[in-house]
């Protein structure tokens, strides 16, 4: 299986939010709310037209969580899709592995900014990042510069040849690689140092110019399988 293939997986299973017991115009701000992502949103009355205002998360058919339409509606949006989980309302903690949709690259790198800010934070373990081009890594290499000098924090970057390999002075790993997938792919990987619960990724493919499609997830199991994928499938050009 490769990245494509993943996010082709996560896509497959769609989810749908159901609004029971409330106004067309709820229901249909809870839809805007939620438009960027892979997510059906649809309004329901029960018979008895009670309890009012609620909403039910499924996938594939199967009950996944519910929530009060006030708890939906109150949700930040801005700290979508943020990596912080005790930040969330109780929908958008099942939101993990959900595809979002168009996103651009501002909402890219404020996603990306997260999952570099808790493994700066934590100082320790592997950071894996994509940057589809080297020319791209090179307006980036500040940052990474930074992440690399953490004694504890190992820090690869992927990219595509179309300029020449950033030179740096640190324990940065540059994987250089002729790849379609790695020109095609964003992603952020962050092992957490091992402990599950601080495992993060944002993994991503560019469908249009400079539009992306992908999901975020905190699942252990999904992170280690992108690192272990990554490990294996990219060899190592590095420059210094």
């Not at 892979?38 to 205002?53: A, F, H």
């Not at 949709?101 to 890219?108: A, C, E, I, K, V």
């Not at 994509?130 to 990474?144: P, W």
Request: proline share 4%; charged share 30%; aromatic share 10%.
């Amino acid at each position: 299986m490769s990245l494509t293939e993943l996010i082709a997986g996560v896509e497959s299973h769609e989810k749908t939010l159901t609004v029971f017991n409330t106004d067309a115009d709820t229901v249909e701000t809870i839809r805007e709310q939620f438009a960027d992502r892979n997510l059906s949103v649809s309004g329901e009355t029960t018979p008895s037209g009670k309890p009012r205002g609620f909403v039910v998360l499924a996938q594939d058919d199967e009950f996944v969580t519910a929530a009060s339409v006030p708890d939906v509606l109150s949700a930040d949006p801005e700290m979508t899709p943020g990596f912080e989980t005790d930040a969330y309302r109780p929908i958008l903690d099942h939101l993990d592995e959900t595809m979002f949709t168009s996103y651009d690259t501002g909402q890219m790198v404020a996603a990306s900014r997260e999952i570099e800010d808790r493994a700066w934070r934590l100082g320790k373990g592997q950071l894996h990042a994509g940057f589809q081009r080297l020319s791209i890594l090179s307006d980036q290499m500040d940052v990474y510069k930074r992440l690399a000098e953490k004694e504890g924090l190992d820090v690869h970057a992927y990219a595509a040849p179309d300029a020449d390999v950033p030179r740096h002075d640190t324990d940065l790993t540059i994987h250089v690689e002729r790849s379609e997938e790695i020109e095609r792919s964003w992603f952020v990987v962050y092992d957490g140092a091992g402990v599950d619960v601080n495992k993060c990724a944002l993994l991503a493919e560019e469908r249009e110019p400079r539009a992306f499609y992908g999901f975020w997830t905190y699942d252990p199991d999904t992170v280690d399988w992108i690192i272990d994928y990554l490990d294996t499938a990219y060899g190592l050009i590095e420059s210094q």
